[in-house]
């Protein structure tokens, strides 16, 4: 099976604070593959790197054959990512909710 995404070494640190330290896996072509833990245990963070809306302090990670330190729009272009709470404007009409969404998440400083 070919290898679609692969986290080498990945961590995030704020100043002295480490939310993630050095968290490294594979995940094949057709795997389902879950990120389990207690609260603070780094999931999100990790996640937000593979989705280029963090960059990583150091390591790296490979989402079919692209970087997300070095290649983020091309990484975005191959990704969706379903958060868990999803942030809807009332003052916004469907389509502006979606348009504004799509802006944010695929195209930084779109808007």
Same mark, same amino acid.
């Given at each position: 099976?070919?290898?679609?995404?692969?986290?080498?070494?990945?961590?995030?640190?704020?100043?002295?604070?480490?939310?993630?330290?050095?968290?490294?896996?594979?995940?094949?072509?057709?795997?389902?593959?879950?990120?389990?833990?207690?609260?603070?245990?780094?999931?999100?963070?990790?996640?937000?790197?593979?989705?280029?809306?963090?960059?990583?302090?150091?390591?790296?990670?490979?989402?079919?054959?692209?970087?997300? $330190? &070095? #290649?983020?729009? @091309?990484?975005?272009?191959?990704?969706?990512?379903? *958060?868990?709470? !999803?942030?809807?404007?009332?003052?916004?009409? $469907? &389509? #502006?909710?979606? @348009?504004?969404?799509?802006?944010?998440?695929?195209? *930084?400083?779109? !808007?």
């Amino acid at each position: 099976m070919d290898t679609i995404v692969e986290a080498r070494d990945l961590a995030k640190h704020y100043g002295d604070v480490i939310t993630v330290k050095g968290v490294s896996f594979e995940i094949k072509r057709g795997e389902i593959f879950s990120l389990l833990g207690p609260n603070g245990a780094g999931k999100t963070t990790t996640i937000s790197m593979l989705s280029t809306l963090y960059t990583p302090t150091r390591g790296d990670a490979i989402i079919a054959g692209h970087s997300v $330190a &070095r #290649e983020p729009m @091309a990484v975005r272009r191959i990704i969706g990512v379903v *958060p868990q709470e !999803l942030a809807l404007y009332e003052d916004l009409a $469907a &389509r #502006e909710n979606l @348009a504004s969404g799509g802006k944010c998440t695929a195209y *930084p400083g779109a !808007l």
